[in-house]
């Protein structure tokens, strides 16, 4: 969605009642780390978390929200226990995270969510018109016509928090639709840019943990490693901006100071730069339309003496194409791809398979599961089932 007038309207007065699903997460945290710099711009109202309930119960006494819920319901009694002694009410369950995120009692929703979970709760948000914040960019990948085409009805404007995409939105304030030509999404190439091909069988766990740049959760370090993270935001990247494939491009940049470029029908080209902070975005998302002081770190023009940028190595790097298919066969391939990564990805952190048999094993479900057509919620939820158990089965034969 481009920046438009209606979201230009003047900021409430009264502080931002935050929901954050997923504040456990890089990006949960983070957000919460901008809510202590402005103690009187933010309310936090909920707090949802997948497992990690020590955290949660952390972050409740120390925020104070309206309720704290638990997706794990074998972990409620914990919760209650930690929270005793506060007004925190605590919840548990799938149901109870979908229906907080969609609570009049927010009015921004943080949708920090990892993976295909984070996509019913954003749906709901989106539903009852809530400002999103979106760090989630596997709602967008599975069902991006829906959450887009639930946006319009509602009223509720997204806002990117990824890096890549709070740059391309960024450059687009102010700027006429018509007038642009291309989004070029840049990518650090990993730990594993200049690594010998062939040696890629050998990765580890540790090594494809080990991100050179940013700071960031075990799935989507691995998802850097292997340039599907950049794959996967070429397709978040159609559904925000509404552009075709053939409209977007990827380049590696490692110094990831250039987040992104639009580059225009005269020939002009906008990029947004900065460290690498994912603090920056995440406030900025928050902040919109303005911008607030805050004591992030900036640019040492003095010491960058380089800004280089060149081609994906489609031989090192299979997943960044097999994005793009995915995005132009559209129905449930893109579904079916997040799936297979996620659950891929799983299977090389638990040390079943190598890091080369992730592509090999995304590249086989896409192909024998892939449908065409214009696939409901119910639809999308089966080919995500549908492609993680055919990822585990694959991976059980020992042959990734």
Known sequence: ??????????????????????????????????????????????????DNVDLLVRQAREFRPRVAVIANEDLLGVLRSGLEGTRVTGYAGDAAVREIAAADSSDTVVAAMVGFAGLAP????????????????????????????RARESGSPVVPVDSEHSAIFQCLVGED??????????????????????????????????????????????????????????????????????RIHVVVHPQSIVHSMVEFVDGSTKAQMGIPDMKVPIQYALSFPERW????????????????????????FPCVDLAFEALRAGGTAPAVLNAANERAVSEFLAGRIRFTGI??????????????????????????????????????TGSH
Not at 30 to 45: G, H, V
Not at 126 to 143: M, P, Q, R, Y
Not at 369 to 394: K, N
């Open 359 to 396: 592509p090999r094993l995304i590249e086989a479900a896409v192909g024998r599961l892939a449908a065409a057509g214009t696939p409901d919620l119910d639809a999308l939820r089966a080919a995500d089932g549908e492609a993680r158990r055919m990822v585990e089965e694959l991976a059980g």
């Open 293 to 316: 002081p805050a004591p992030h770190g900036r640019i040492d023009w003095r010491a960058l003496r380089r800004l280089d940028f060149e081609e994906v190595d489609g031989e090192r």
């Open 1 to 50: 969605m481009l920046p438009s007038t209606r979201m230009l309207a003047e900021p409430p007065r009264k502080p931002a009642r935050l929901c954050i699903v997923g504040s456990t997460g890089s990006i949960g945290t983070q957000t919460l780390e901008i809510a202590r710099l402005f103690p009187d711009r933010f309310a936090i109202d909920a707090l949802t978390a997948g």
């Open 122 to 149: 954003t749906l709901e948000a989106v539903g009852a018109g809530k400002k999103i914040a979106l760090a989630n960019k596997e709602s967008l990948v599975v069902a991006g016509a829906l959450v887009q085409s």
């Open 177 to 246: 639709p018509a007038g642009v030509e291309r989004l070029v999404l840049t990518a650090s190439g990993g730990p594993f840019r200049a690594r010998p091909v062939d040696t890629f069988g050998e990765v580890t766990r540790e090594e494809a943990l080990h991100h050179p740049n940013w700071s960031m959760g075990a799935k989507i370090t691995v998802d850097s490693a292997t340039m599907m993270n950049k794959g996967l935001e070429v397709i978040e990247a159609r559904w925000l901006f509404d552009l075709e494939a053939d």
